[in-house]
């Protein structure tokens, strides 16, 4: 059955740390891995990921993608409050349209 | 510019009655779907449609149904609520094969 798996569940910094989110996956016909950030209500899009090695950066959010290991990190460098969010890690296949979702992290920057 | 529009944003139920929940989009998406969002869960993957006529199941299809008439809406239909179907939905619809969803507000959906 296919599978995402993120790790830290949860994580509480300060402003100007940086942190690394992780997701791992296991799924048949692996298509992209998408990362979401969802504050309140609905998760927005950060980047999608096809390639392995090559860093997807805005700002101080980058991530990049391995297709040997099967994970991916999210690296957020100089953290302000505005990050505190739930970070969803996604992964597509090429079966059904599927998208398979992790459980996400809840990121707390705190002042 | 109006996006992924989901309506009810709250709602009760009594176990045993039935609701709609509306979605609709401006996107001209082809690709639409909904999802449920559930503490510790993450999102899961109801139905899910790739065009006007075409709708297919997803992880969790149970006590669900729905159908695309259009390709603007992608209305979802509880059968018979149950308390286990209380959560928190998501509407999406992205350009089929690019991956980026866009998402509704969500509707918070309790079932007595």
């Known amino acids: 059955e296919d599978k995402v798996v993120q790790s830290p569940l949860s994580l509480v910094v300060h402003e100007g740390d940086t942190v690394t989110l992780n997701c791992s996956y296991e799924v048949t016909n692996f298509r992209s891995l998408l990362w979401y950030k969802q504050e309140k209500k609905a998760p927005t899009f950060l980047f999608m990921l096809t390639s392995s090695g090559i860093e997807k950066k805005s700002g101080r959010l980058s991530s990049i993608l391995d297709k040997k290991e099967l994970f991916s990190i999210l690296n957020i460098t100089a953290t302000q409050t505005g990050d505190s969010a739930v970070y969803l890690c996604?992964?597509?296949?090429?079966?059904?349209?599927?998208?398979?979702f992790g459980a996400g992290t809840r990121l707390t920057v705190k002042p | 510019n109006a996006g992924v529009t989901q309506t009810p944003k709250f709602q009760v139920l009594k176990t045993g009655q039935s609701m709609t929940l509306q979605c609709a989009q401006d996107m001209n998406h082809e690709y639409m779907s909904w999802y449920r969002q559930d503490p510790g869960m993450g999102l899961r993957l109801i139905h899910y449609?790739?065009?006007?006529?075409?709708?297919d199941q997803g992880e969790v299809p149970n006590g669900y149904n729905v159908s695309r008439s259009t390709t603007e809406d992608f209305p979802l239909r509880l059968l018979s609520a149950a308390p286990s179907q209380t959560s928190v939905y998501f509407c999406a619809s992205s350009y089929f094969g690019t991956g980026e969803l866009f998402f509704g507000e969500g509707s918070r959906l309790t079932v007595l």
């Open positions: 449609s790739v065009g006007a006529g075409i709708t």
């Open positions: 996604a992964v597509e296949t090429y079966n059904n349209n599927d998208m398979r």
